[in-house]
């Protein structure tokens, strides 16, 4: 299924990973971030409904100046103590959480419609591309709401989030590490979509569903024969 999944993430279309049992137990909708397209971010929101998020390399983090949102919290307590009690050192299925800061690009109006996130994120991935990250100021300003993430470094081979499987595909297909995710939910039972409604829903719309699992083996494979 991996070489089914990297065919249609390089084509461009949403591809489905269900991480592990153990972990999230949650099922995201993922697709590069240089070709989503405003139809996508609306099937995003109306099939998956969860946060729509973009994660990003270590690398293209770095170029951009991107932090972890944790550090920018530790530098502002001491003004704003209240920031260190709020550290997320309690998260039950992770060390470290991967959110950064919240984008909106400086051509959007309110930042929020399917029109302006899909601009917001197809010109970061373009920016990325070509590593212009000293520009990240002069185009965008934050907040906004296009949530950023930063991958782990060494991505699966460090951390196995669906982060870290986003930016996996992207390195993988050759492609800007800059990606788009969202949680698929449950309407019925306010939790995560159960993976035979994935399956269900999968086959529906013709997209290829995988195991996080099966990311994981594939990238260390590409990892040691790239």
């Not at 409604?197 to 790239?226: C, D, M, N, R, W």
Request: with cysteine; glycine share 6%.
């Amino acid at each position: 299924m991996i070489k089914e999944a990297l065919k249609a993430y390089k084509k461009g279309e949403i591809v489905l990973i269900f991480d592990d049992d153990n972990r999230e137990r949650e099922t995201d909708m993922i697709v590069a971030g240089e070709f989503i397209t405003p139809q996508q971010i609306a099937q995003m929101r109306n099939y998956a409904g969860g946060l729509l998020c973009i994660p990003m390399s270590a690398a293209v983090s770095d170029d951009l100046g991107v932090p972890f949102m944790t550090d920018i919290m530790e530098a502002a307590s001491s003004k704003y103590p209240v920031l260190k009690e709020l550290s997320p050192t309690d998260i039950p299925y992770d060390e470290k959480s991967a959110f950064s800061i919240t984008v909106n690009h400086r051509k959007t109006f309110t930042g929020i419609t399917d029109n302006d996130r899909a601009l917001t994120i197809n010109e970061l991935a373009k920016l990325a591309k070509n590593s212009q990250g000293k520009n990240f100021g002069k185009y965008f300003r934050s907040p906004g709401h296009v949530t950023l993430l930063r991958a782990a470094e060494g991505l699966l081979l460090k951390r196995k989030g669906h982060t870290e499987m986003s930016v996996a595909l992207a390195e993988m297909c050759d492609l800007t590490q800059v990606a788009v995710c969202c949680e698929m939910m449950d309407d019925k039972t306010g939790n995560s979509l159960p993976t035979d409604e994935v399956e269900k829903y999968a086959q529906q719309e013709g997209l290829v569903f995988l195991s996080g699992a099966e990311v994981i083996e594939a990238y260390q494979e590409f990892k040691t024969h790239p």
